[in-house]
């Protein structure tokens, strides 16, 4: 990867929407060459994808939470029926798995407080292997779809 993919990826970052005429307009390069880069960037896996960000509250989603959750076990099996579980949670909108105590961040979205508490004890708190849950409210977002720094 060179600097010009580099700028093809910054700028797609900043708006993927970007026709490719516009986008070998901004990098410098014209439109054929531009194309077979993106077109490579998208079959090497380092370009996922394009989507839309959407703003949560304009939507009605007006309650943010993280939840750290601990398993039980540590197993593969055990983490396999945990994560497999957490993709039937549309909620759930971000999961990492960590290393050490908790075991797993989550990131939950609901339109309230009485729809996370029902999704917490309902869909949450029954999943696979779960020791315990331990929540904590999003008071802001001060940094949000950053794009990656390279």
Do not use: W
């Not at 292997?129 to 802001?140: A, D, G, I, P, Y």
Request: proline content about 4%; overall charge neutral.
């Amino acid at each position: 990867m060179d600097r010009i993919d580099r700028n093809i990826l910054s700028e797609l970052q900043k708006d993927g929407r970007l026709s490719v005429t516009e986008l070998a307009e901004r990098v410098g390069l014209s439109l054929s060459p531009c194309h077979r880069r993106v077109r490579a960037l998208e079959e090497s896996g380092v370009l996922l994808g394009y989507r839309a960000q959407l703003d949560a509250t304009a939507l009605g989603l007006n309650f943010s939470a993280v939840v750290f959750a601990t398993l039980r076990e540590g197993d593969r099996q055990a983490v396999d029926a945990f994560e497999t579980s957490l993709m039937d949670i549309p909620q759930v909108v971000d999961a990492q798995r960590l290393f050490g105590k908790p075991d797993y961040l989550l990131h939950v979205i609901t339109q309230d407080l009485p729809t996370f508490q029902k999704l917490y004890d309902e869909r949450l708190s029954a999943l696979p292997n779960v020791q315990r849950l331990t929540s904590t409210l999003v008071m802001k977002h001060v940094i949000q779809n950053r794009s990656l720094p390279f």
